[in-house]
């Protein structure tokens, strides 16, 4: 658990309500941009629920809904400094999924805050009881499109680091549009990386390891980073897809430029 002076100290923000959790298929909803998660609307049990109503006030926000927002600085940007309390290297995390990893690193490297964004509530709920259950104080989790996040209120050269693990795969050639690493999105997170930052990426799809390659490469302010980052626990995801017989790629880039 959470100190309990630390949690107090915490910036209090509405609970978000599963009820809200707008997320809809793009046919739904004709003028949403084409998101890269798979629109899915799964119930929440009362375990995650639970954990929804007690955490999110005071380590979780919305990217989308105004009812539970996060802290802004005078220009409109996110306020990395309100929302940890303190000024600290600024990690962004894009689909945590249940949220094991994110715990898992952000534990073992307290000196660095991380914004876990993830799309699907469940895994919203998960992280942030996990947060709770590890007393791990250095993650907030955001509820949403992370790439919404980027584009509106993170600004440039603010980040120390993005992590993107496992994104979708979105097999099929005529969903490769919403795959999340495509050269618009990397050029996109690379600008709000300081210049040195890393940008990490892994899938176990060989065909999107390949696109991803070529996308990272081809990007002019970014450069190989072989090595960099090493250490990455095994994601939930990434278990699956061993037991499965796949293997993963981790494919790291540093902003130079
Ligand atoms: C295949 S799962 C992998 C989860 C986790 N990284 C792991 O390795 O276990 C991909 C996750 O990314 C999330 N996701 C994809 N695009 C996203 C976006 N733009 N913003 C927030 N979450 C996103 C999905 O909802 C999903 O939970």
Redesign the pocket.
Known sequence: MLPAAKAASLPRLTAVDPARDTFRHPAAAPHEPL????PRRVGLGPVRQDALRRLFPGLGFSVHDEAAPFPRTPDGMLDAAAMFGRTAPLVLE?????GE?TVAMAAADPGRDVLA????LP?VANLLKLLDEAGTGNVRVGH????DLVRRALAPDSLAEVRA????PWPKARHHKRR?VQSAHVALLRSRLVVGGLLRTATDWPDYADQMLEVLSSDPGLEPAPGAGAGRPV????RKALAEGRTARDLVFRRVR
């Open positions: 998101r890269t998660f798979h894009i689909g945590p999924g249940m990893a964004v993830e799309a699907h895994g949403g499109d992370a790439l693990f496992f994104p979708d999340l994601t939930a995801f990434e």
